[in-house]
């Protein structure tokens, strides 16, 4: 039972356009999403992080959106770079609802930026 | 510019031998986690310790894996006997409560289990 799903294995995209990743999760008692990059034989290193009670948060080219709503958080990166090519990894946490810091991994999106 | 360190990078075993994988959670760090990453289940959680004290460890298989952290600057994950199915890349990562809820990671460990 994935409490986080990335729907989207891979994203292709444009240097310069933008690239949207999406992430969708089942569990209510989340309230704390954060986005992480991985590059090959690297850990995830973090990228920007959302609580619940904003619905968006931005950080030079890199914007999240959520929809609590409809339980889903998209990263919006722009202009993309080649760069940015990674693994990109959506995570959740209860962490105010819990005290619990532990994150919620979803599987990842593998985003190329193509020059 | 502080990391989070593991040891071994690499490390190929056969079946039924012990596997300790270590980390060095950043200096003044009190949130030390171990996940473990496959193609089929992704990045899972495995260990979770504050201040040193195991909080939660629902996500280990317990009759074979075991994790401690015998001083702060010092966390360990142990597979004794290891079996293929435990080939995986291991991260271990830290983080600080109260100030940033970010969790750093370590380059990770691959381990192969023949």
């Known amino acids: 039972d994935q409490q986080v799903k990335q729907n989207s294995p891979s994203l292709s995209v444009q240097e310069g356009r933008i690239s949207i990743l999406n992430c969708d999760y089942t569990?209510?008692?989340?309230?704390?999403f954060l986005w992480y990059k991985k590059y090959p034989a690297e850990g995830p290193t973090f990228l920007i992080s959302?609580?619940?009670?904003?619905d968006k948060n931005e950080d030079g080219r890199f914007t999240v959106f959520l929809n609590k709503s409809a339980k889903h958080l998209s990263l919006h990166i722009v202009p993309s770079q080649p760069g940015d090519s990674a693994v990109y990894f959506c995570?959740?946490?209860?962490?105010?609802?819990?005290?619990?810091?532990?994150?919620?991994f979803g599987k990842g999106t593998m985003l190329l930026v193509s020059p | 510019d502080a990391r989070v360190t593991q040891t071994p990078r690499h490390k190929v075993t056969e079946m039924g031998q012990e596997v300790t994988m270590r980390c060095q959670p950043i200096?003044?760090?009190?949130?030390v986690f171990w996940y473990r990453q496959t193609m089929m289940q992704g990045l899972e959680l495995l260990a979770y310790?504050?201040?040193?004290?195991?909080?939660?460890d629902s996500g280990m298989p317990k009759d074979r894996f075991s994790a401690e952290m015998p001083d702060a600057t010092l966390a360990t994950l142990k597979i004794q006997p290891s079996e293929p199915r435990d080939s995986a890349v291991y991260f271990c990562?830290?983080?600080?409560?109260?100030?940033?809820?970010?969790?750093?990671f370590g380059p990770g460990t691959r381990l192969t289990v023949t």
């Open positions: 995570a959740a946490s209860s962490l105010f609802n819990s005290g619990y810091s532990t994150l919620t």
């Open positions: 200096l003044g760090h009190n949130t």
């Open positions: 990562a830290s983080g600080r409560t109260g100030l940033s809820y970010e969790q750093y």
């Open positions: 310790f504050r201040n040193r004290a195991p909080l939660d």
């Open positions: 569990n209510s008692m989340f309230d704390y």
């Open positions: 959302i609580s619940s009670i904003k």
